[in-house]
């Protein structure tokens, strides 16, 4: 849990920093949005429209994980992972958004996991947010991967 509460916390300022970033750029660039001549008001609203339907879509799910992290509470699922992107940096690769099926449901849920040893077909057990989809592997499955 502590994994997981670390990368939700980096979330959480990585969120609060673009947006504040975000804000001042408005502000502040070339006479800033309260400073606007006539007829320069348009491009200004559809920013302000475009980062308030970024930031719904990306600060809800951190803020709805919050009494989560703050109880220390978290989803786990045990199962398969059946797809996932590999990303190769340097001489690693990395696991991000793997799709693991769900033993108990055989639901397939998408996370948000950088793993190295991460590949289709072994079983892992991840702890997770449910909104935010921030994952940390909590255990792996050897034994039952080599018995296939």
């Known amino acids: 849990m ?3 509460k670390k990368k939700y916390y980096r979330c959480v300022f990585g969120e609060f ?3 504040i970033i975000f804000i001042l750029i ?3 660039y ?3 949005v309260f400073h606007l001549e006539d007829g320069r008001w348009m491009p200004a609203i559809l920013l302000i429209i475009l980062w308030g339907t970024c930031t719904v879509y990306r600060v809800i799910p951190v803020v709805r994980d919050f009494s989560y992290v703050r109880e220390n509470r978290c989803e786990r699922v045990t199962g398969e992972i059946v797809e996932h992107k590999r990303v190769k940096s340097g001489k690693y690769s990395h696991t991000y958004y793997p799709i ?3 033993d ?3 639901e397939c849920i998408k996370l948000n996991l950088d793993y190295r040893e991460a ?3 072994r079983r892992y057990t991840i702890l997770y947010l449910p909104y935010t989809k921030l994952a940390s592997v ?3 499955h050897f034994e039952e991967y080599a018995m296939k």
Request: glycine content about 16%; overall charge negative.
């Open 30 to 32: 070339r006479g800033g």
């Open 17 to 19: 920093l673009g947006n």
């Open 100 to 102: 693991i099926r769900d």
């Open 2 to 4: 502590d994994k997981l």
């Open 104 to 106: 108990r449901t055989l």
């Open 119 to 121: 590949e289709v077909g």
């Open 26 to 28: 408005l502000c502040f």
């Open 138 to 140: 909590e255990e792996e």
